[in-house]
């Protein structure tokens, strides 16, 4: 595939505005529809060199300036503001935004003198409402310029950036959607990835990872940990899930499972060998995807039926990543989107080699997706 939501994650850094990588800032754009909500680079650059306080940095992912960001934080107060920030168009979809932010929310935190981060955005702008809101931002109401602006509490240096409250409620709200698209037999869960979080890899996990990043490894702990408590609900004394050379997860014999996270949750789901063949789940923003990104999705077998027409691309996206997961196992297959036609209306996908699968999908409070083989009987 081309994106393996339980493998990949952005290795974001962000650098300082320079002769290096200004002209790369300045090349970035925004959709259309997005420019009437943020100032332009140029704009925030020319007010950067004005203002002592405006810290301006490049959003780097993979060696590409990615994005851009501009915050202060005033050495004689707690509160810092981020404001400015954006993604190139050609780049959003893909949870660049959400790893920025958590990234820049890290770099703050450690300046040591930060308690809590304020940030504006114009009230129509739905996107970054939903993108800090996932966060943990608390909106205030509108300033003096009618910019919304949304305050987040930094409850302790390690920066856990989603407030617990919020996280359990939306780990509820997870927890109960991956309930509903479950069949018999079938438990799931999920967590909140928290730094520090690699701490729940066993040592014989750890090893079949070592080459992970940490901020990975993060995530990847997080995941573990869900199945971990999964499998001891059904008895197994060694609950070890190692990363097979395909990137894959190895089960515990008798078991098949899935592992997928997103930039802020991990889920998991276990089930019997007895009780399923094999299952994959995929967990994303409920955020529309890039119709240069859906044009690689799609393909011509799918069968899109009356799918929410701004996150019809992105579900697709999700059933195929969890329908590529539930086969790998069964047939040893690297697949592409375009060998998984996906049949919204029947609940079912097919695979280049045959393969059928039941899949089924939730869309709040973001897309879960979950595909599977029954056991024939």
């Known amino acids: 595939?081309?994106?393996?939501?339980?493998?990949?994650?952005?290795?974001?850094?962000?650098?300082?505005?320079?002769?290096?990588?200004?002209?790369?800032?300045?090349?970035?754009?925004?959709?259309?529809?997005?420019?009437?909500?943020?100032?332009?680079?140029?704009?925030?650059?020319?007010?950067?060199?004005?203002?002592?306080?405006?810290?301006?940095?490049?959003?780097?992912?993979?060696?590409?300036?990615?994005?851009?960001?501009?915050?202060?934080?005033?050495?004689?107060?707690?509160?810092?503001?981020?404001?400015?920030?954006?993604?190139?168009?050609?780049?959003?979809?893909?949870?660049?935004?959400?790893?920025a932010v958590a990234k820049a929310l890290k770099e703050i935190a450690k300046l040591g003198h930060i308690r809590r981060v304020a940030i504006c955005?114009?009230?129509?702008?739905?996107?970054?409402?939903?993108?800090?809101?996932?966060?943990?931002?608390?909106?205030?109401?509108?300033?003096?310029?009618?910019?919304?602006?949304?305050?987040?509490?930094?409850?302790?240096?390690?920066l856990n950036t989603r407030p617990q409250r919020m996280s359990a409620s939306i780990r509820h709200s997870i927890e109960q959607a991956l309930a509903g698209l479950a069949p018999p037999g079938l438990s799931a869960g999920c967590r909140h990835i928290q730094t520090g979080d690699e701490q729940y890899l066993l040592p014989e996990e750890?090893?079949?990872?070592?080459?992970?990043?940490?901020g990975a490894r993060a995530a990847t702990g997080a995941g573990r940990h869900v199945a971990h408590e999964l499998l001891r609900r059904l008895g197994c004394a060694n609950p070890a899930t190692l990363r097979g050379r395909s990137g894959s997860p190895i089960w515990p014999a008798g078991i098949v499972?899935?592992?997928?996270?997103?930039d802020t949750m991990a889920v998991a789901v276990v089930a019997r060998s007895g009780a399923l063949r094999s299952v994959g789940v995929d967990i994303e923003p409920a955020l529309p995807l890039p119709d240069d990104l859906l044009a690689v999705v799609a393909a011509a077998g799918d069968r899109l039926g009356d799918l929410d027409p701004e996150l019809g691309g992105r579900i697709l996206f999700a059933v195929k990543e969890a329908a590529y997961k539930a086969s790998f196992p069964l047939d040893g297959r690297v697949l592409g989107f375009e060998d998984i036609a996906v049949d919204f209306e029947k609940g079912k996908a097919v695979t280049s080699p045959g393969r059928r699968l039941a899949v089924r999908f939730a869309t709040s409070p973001c897309i879960l997706a979950l595909a599977y083989a029954a056991v024939e009987r």
């Open 257 to 262: 499972g899935s592992i997928a996270h997103d």
């Open 121 to 158: 955005y114009e009230p129509e702008n739905e996107a970054a409402r939903r993108l800090y809101a996932a966060f943990g931002f608390v909106e205030q109401g509108l300033d003096e310029d009618d910019e919304m602006i949304a305050v987040l509490e930094l409850a302790d240096r390690a």
């Open 206 to 214: 750890n090893a079949s990872m070592a080459t992970r990043e940490s």
């Open 1 to 99: 595939m081309t994106r393996r939501a339980d493998t990949i994650d952005w290795p974001i850094a962000l650098e300082p505005v320079g002769k290096g990588n200004r002209a790369a800032v300045l090349a970035l754009e925004l959709l259309p529809e997005q420019q009437q909500y943020v100032a332009s680079n140029a704009e925030s650059l020319t007010e950067a060199k004005q203002d002592d306080e405006a810290i301006a940095r490049a959003v780097v992912c993979t060696g590409r300036v990615v994005g851009f960001l501009m915050y202060s934080a005033p050495e004689d107060d707690d509160e810092a503001i981020i404001y400015r920030f954006m993604i190139d168009r050609r780049e959003q979809g893909r949870g660049l935004g959400r790893a």
